[in-house]
């Protein structure tokens, strides 16, 4: 399947979160963007150099100037079980809008058409790297990763965006 891009539909999906009062919750992508202008960005795994030192922290600490240009939703969304993710999501204590969403089956990553197979690593099924700019469920930005690369789909790359 080709990878989402510009002018696509947001597919709608089931993935899971713990809430602001630490509940697991189960919570459809519409149920979070209809209507919305939402920020999706996904990487490769939780804990992983990349992605917690550089690629999650731009969103958290750029949250503050990305809902004030208009973003309602920062989502970010990997292949991992939920309690890995709730882990993750407290190692970033200053996070006020990011949610950390698991994929744990990559099921929703698949119908994005941005699953990567690390299995030569020991990894398995993982996200491209990416980040999505959708404003009411059509991608208006698909800033998507080739390879290992973390280039354009940063905070700074989504705010020159809007």
Not at 11 to 31: K, M, N, R, T, Y
Not at 96 to 108: E, M, P
Not at 118 to 141: I, M, N, P
């Amino acid at each position: 399947m080709a990878p989402i891009g510009v002018g696509s539909t947001l597919p709608d999906g089931q993935l899971a979160w713990f809430d602001e009062s630490d509940q697991l919750q189960q919570v459809s992508i519409h149920s979070l963007a209809a209507g919305k202008k939402v920020i999706l960005f996904g990487v490769p795994g939780a804990f992983t150099p990349t992605c917690s030192m550089q690629h999650v922290p731009g969103f958290v600490t750029q949250s503050e100037e990305l809902k004030a240009k208009g973003v309602d939703e920062i989502l970010l969304l990997s292949v991992n079980d939920p309690f890995v993710m709730k882990a993750w999501a407290k190692s970033f204590p200053d996070n006020k809008h990011v949610k950390f969403l698991a994929d744990g089956s990559g099921t929703y990553t698949k119908a994005l058409g941005l699953e990567l197979d690390l299995s030569e690593k020991g990894l398995g099924l993982r996200s491209r790297r990416f980040a999505l700019l959708a404003d009411d469920l059509k991608v208006t930005v698909a800033n998507i990763e080739e390879g290992g690369q973390f280039t354009i789909s940063g905070a700074e790359e989504i705010l020159k965006a809007l």
